[in-house]
């Protein structure tokens, strides 16, 4: 007997962003710039800026993996990585690391011509900046994203998803980061199905692409 599938947590991602938009809202000063990472925010992000009527973009971010140890960090854009600080490299895995945030900035650098072409990220100068992740069981890619914000000059950047476990909430609040969530999950691995739209990994990113190059 096979296990029963887990039902969907929101109806599809654009309603998902659209309830995001309403607690965005009542906690987010005007002006806003909202910011999908890619690929598994995007199309929540972009529900969200329609939501709230304002501006809209990617931020193109890429996880720092290394074998036997899984996903260790992240990068996005042109910032710096961004790492698990319970991740203690011995002298033995630095040469590993240094290849390893240097597959990832390659992997952000293809990504990035086929999300946002030559077009620059919009600039968030002065701007609440609001960064929107999918389903959330890895920080590493929504921090590394809201650092490159900051760096651009955002008047504040806050982190918003769908979804997200206790341990990303328990991390994100002890770096006092404004996090907004509405469904808070106990078990580290997430939601099997956290949207009812398709979940194919493909096809999502291939929305995402869409919908980020109408963006521009």
């Excluded at 979804?163 to 106990?186: G, H, M, N, Y």
């Excluded at 997430?190 to 194919?200: A, E, K, L, N, V």
């Excluded at 493909?202 to 995402?208: P, W």
């Amino acid at each position: 007997m096979t296990a029963k599938a887990e039902a969907a947590l929101y109806p599809s991602r654009s309603g998902a962003g659209a309830l995001l938009a309403r607690r965005v809202y009542a906690r987010v000063r005007q002006p806003v710039l909202v910011v999908g990472v890619t690929p598994g925010g995007v199309e929540v992000a972009a529900s969200v800026a329609q939501g709230l009527q304002c501006h809209f973009d990617v931020v193109v971010a890429g996880n720092v993996r290394l074998e036997g140890l899984g996903i260790i960090g992240a990068v996005a854009e042109d910032g710096d990585a961004v790492l698990d600080p319970g991740f203690s490299p011995r002298f033995g895995v630095m040469e590993a690391l240094e290849e390893a945030i240097g597959k990832a900035r390659r992997a952000v650098k293809s990504e990035r011509l086929l999300f946002r072409g030559q077009r620059p990220l919009r600039s968030p100068e002065g701007m609440s900046v609001v960064v929107v992740d999918g389903q959330i069981t890895a920080p590493w890619k929504a921090l590394a994203s809201a650092e490159v914000m900051r760096q651009l000059g955002a008047e504040s950047v806050a982190i918003t998803a769908p979804v997200s476990t206790k341990a990303v909430q328990e991390l994100l609040l002890a770096r006092r980061i404004d996090f907004i969530c509405p469904s808070i999950l106990l078990d580290p691995g997430g939601h099997s199905q956290p949207f009812g739209d398709p979940q194919d990994p493909s096809a999502e990113r291939l929305r995402s692409i869409v919908v980020a190059r109408e963006a521009a």
